[in-house]
Each structure stands twice: as C-alpha cells, then as structure tokens.
T-cell receptor
Framework: DTEVTQTPKHLVMGMTNKKSLKCEQH?????MYWYKQKAKKPPELMFV???????INESVPSRFSPECPNSSLLNLHLHALQPEDSALYLC???????????????FGAGSRLTVL | DAKTTQPNSMESNEEEPVHLPCNHS???????IHWYRQLPSQGPEYVIH???SNVNNRMASLAIAEDRKSSTLILHRATLRDAAVYYC???????????????FGRGTQLTVWP
C-alpha cells in the first residue's frame, strides 16, 4: 500500500459546526503532515507529527486542532471556522530519516472544505 | 531557508522533451533539491530529488549545475498527463531535526499541447 487516503473528499460546513478531516496511511511512515492550499496558491505547512507527537505548529489558529491517535491515522478537528478557511486540506506522510534533507513526502488527494 | 525561483509558466508539445529550470543561488551545501508536481485536483506528487550529482528515475532526470546554484528537471517525452504545476523545493539538513518539511514556492505551470 503506497497511498495516503483522505476522507471526506468534500465537506461543507457552517461557521458554528464541528467537523473532522481524516487521513490514513499504511506505509509505516512515522511522520505525518497537514497542509492547507488556497485556490491558485501553493500548499502551506500547518502541522507536523513525529512518532504521534506534535512537533511543529506553524502558528495555526486554535480553531484547527490536530490529533494523531496512532501511527496510521491523522485527524484535523475543525470548529468555529471562517469562510476564509475554505481551502483544500492536504495530508502527507514520510519516513523519519537521520538525513532530513532526503525525506520524501507522499501526499493524499486532499479534502476540499467550504465554510459557509 | 534558501528560496527558489522558477518561471511562472512553460509550454511544450506532446512527445517533445521539456526542460524546467530552477534557480537557487543561496543554496547551502547541505540543501537537497526536490521536485514535486501537482496535477489538477490532486495532491502534490514526488518526482525526484538530488544533492550534487545528476539523478535519473522512471519519471524524469534532474540535472544539477556544478556550483549548485541552479537545476533543471527534464521530462524526456512530455505527455498530456504531465500537464501540472512543478515545484522546485530546497529541503535542508536541519541539525536536531529528522523531519522532511517542504515549503512550496509558486512553481511552474506546464501546459502540454497535443
């Protein structure tokens, strides 16, 4: 299995809703990532998990809450979002290498979120 | 982190070679050069990476200048499926960090004509 699977593919939510995005991989990768991509823009790094612990938070607002319940799963919990949070949310995973420069990330197809 | 500069867009005809340039004049000696591409409505996809020597794989070739201040991704025979945004990214060797953080620039939109 060489894939990263993201669900749902599309999500529409109101500003008062609570929803979650899910990401799963079975490649034995111990690093997992969340990226956000607005239309016509490059992906922006949000969070990085290493061995199920949060390693990097790129100053993301607290209305986005990541969770890594085990080595195969990564969730992004969404609460009180704003319309400007509408974007494609991408999950990725990689091995953890001593030489960090040689790491290769495998991305999922993304979850397209619309906030009304 | 060192930055990269790529043309906004390039065009090619099907079955012709494509050379996608990337400038990275402030690259450090331990920065790896990575290329990813993103097809429409999909997540980014790894293409190739290298440090100093030219690299080949089933998807493409990576030619790295001797001074490492520039590199070129070579698609030997473009197909319609190669139409995508191509990102050239430097991934540094970080002391005390084993994580592969990718910071994307704007990339090059490649259009392939039949």
């Amino acid at each position: 299995d060489t894939e990263v699977t993201q669900t749902p593919k599309h999500l529409v939510m109101g500003m008062t809703n609570k929803k979650s995005l899910k990401c799963e991989q079975h490649m034995g990768h111990r690093a997992m990532y969340w990226y956000k991509q607005k239309a016509k823009k490059p992906p922006e790094l949000m969070f990085v998990y290493s061995y199920e612990k949060l390693s990097i938070n790129e100053s993301v607002p607290s209305r986005f809450s990541p969770e890594c319940p085990n080595s195969s799963l990564l969730n992004l919990h969404l609460h009180a979002l704003q319309p400007e949070d509408s974007a494609l949310y991408l999950c990725a995973s990689s091995h953890i290498l001593v030489n960090s420069g040689a790491n290769v990330l495998t991305f999922g197809a993304g979850s397209r979120l619309t906030v009304l | 982190d060192a930055k990269t500069t790529q043309p906004n867009s390039m065009e090619s005809n099907e079955e012709e070679p494509v050379h996608l340039p990337c400038n990275h004049s402030t690259i450090s000696g331990t920065d790896y050069i990575h290329w990813y591409r993103q097809l429409p409505s999909q997540g980014p996809e790894y293409v190739i990476h290298g440090l100093t020597s030219n690299v080949n794989n089933r998807m493409a070739s990576l030619a790295i200048a001797e001074d490492r201040k520039s590199s070129t991704l070579i698609l030997h025979r473009a197909t319609l499926r190669d139409a995508a945004v191509y990102y050239c990214i430097l991934m540094p060797l970080r002391r005390g960090s084993t994580l592969g953080r990718l910071y994307f620039g704007r990339g090059t939109q490649l259009t392939v004509w039949p």
